[in-house]
């Protein structure tokens, strides 16, 4: 795997050296292994200015298959020796907000998500001019108190509001909007422990098995949470719901 990776890895690096809008470049491989059907290779790719325009893009990687791009996400989708291939272009610009922002122990996250932050922190670099990427870590590492009492304070507050919207789909026995508010609740209650033990959050694929590695953790958390996903435990919605409760009261009563 790591043999395959890496050759795909140097095409890519090969083509976003030679352009000049490029200040650094970081690979995130999202799965266990060639086979999980979540696996891709993920490539943040910081730029100063405006990235080039999608046809130029397509060309420049030469021998590639089933390209797509958005211009709402600025990313590009493709396969290369058939392994999928993500580019997301990020301003320097709006990323150096976030960070100044942090660091003065101010949230101007969109939707209060860390994960933008741990891919910069962890992510393999194979491309970069100058300091940047370097400074950029460096002050991730070292957020003020404040930031992460903010940040806790937002979340929390998006928990309460998820939690009730799945309790009024229990108490109306409407199966659509618990499984959909269901889903955005758990999304950011685990958000939220990785904001208690002040660590950056993961790619949601990742979100369920990382959570349970946090030092803080409620001693029942683990449990509520695997009765509350399992579909085969024939629990209820108001059951469901109970459980949610647990989970969200044991929580909110963690010390960062």
């Known amino acids: 795997m790591k043999r395959k990776t890496g050759e795909t890895a140097d095409r890519v690096i090969a083509v976003l050296d030679t352009w000049d809008e490029v200040v650094a470049v970081g690979l995130t491989t999202l799965g266990e292994d060639l086979y999980d059907p979540y696996f891709a290779m993920s490539f943040d790719v910081y730029v100063h200015r405006d990235v080039r325009d999608v046809s130029e893009r397509e060309g420049a990687f ?8 958005s211009l709402l996400t600025g990313k590009d989708r493709f396969l290369m020796d058939e392994l999928p291939v993500r580019l997301e272009y990020k301003r320097t610009s709006r990323f150096d907000e976030l960070v100044s922002s942090a660091a003065r122990g101010e949230c101007t996250l969109r939707d209060g998500s860390t994960y933008s932050f741990r891919r910069v922190v962890d992510a393999q670099v194979l491309l970069a001019r100058g300091r940047w990427l370097e400074s950029a870590r460096d002050a991730l590492r070292d957020l003020p108190d404040r930031f992460w009492t ?3 304070a937002i979340q929390q507050a998006t928990v309460e509001h998820l939690f009730a919207d799945l309790s009024a789909a ?14 955005g ?16 959050e993961p790619s949601p694929r990742t979100l369920h098995r990382e959570v349970l590695r946090l030092d803080a953790v409620p001693d029942s958390f683990p449990a509520n949470l695997e009765s509350f996903v399992r579909q085969d435990v024939g629990l209820s919605m108001t059951q469901r719901q109970e459980l949610a409760e647990l989970m969200v009261t044991s929580v909110f009563s963690l010390q960062s």
């Open 62 to 69: 030469g021998d590639i298959g089933a390209f797509e791009s």
């Open 185 to 200: 609740f758990l999304t950011q209650l685990c958000s939220l422990l990785f904001t208690v033990n002040r660590e950056f």
């Open 170 to 183: 229990a108490m109306r026995h409407d199966d659509f909007y618990f499984v959909a508010s269901s889903g």
């Open 150 to 152: 903010r940040l806790r």
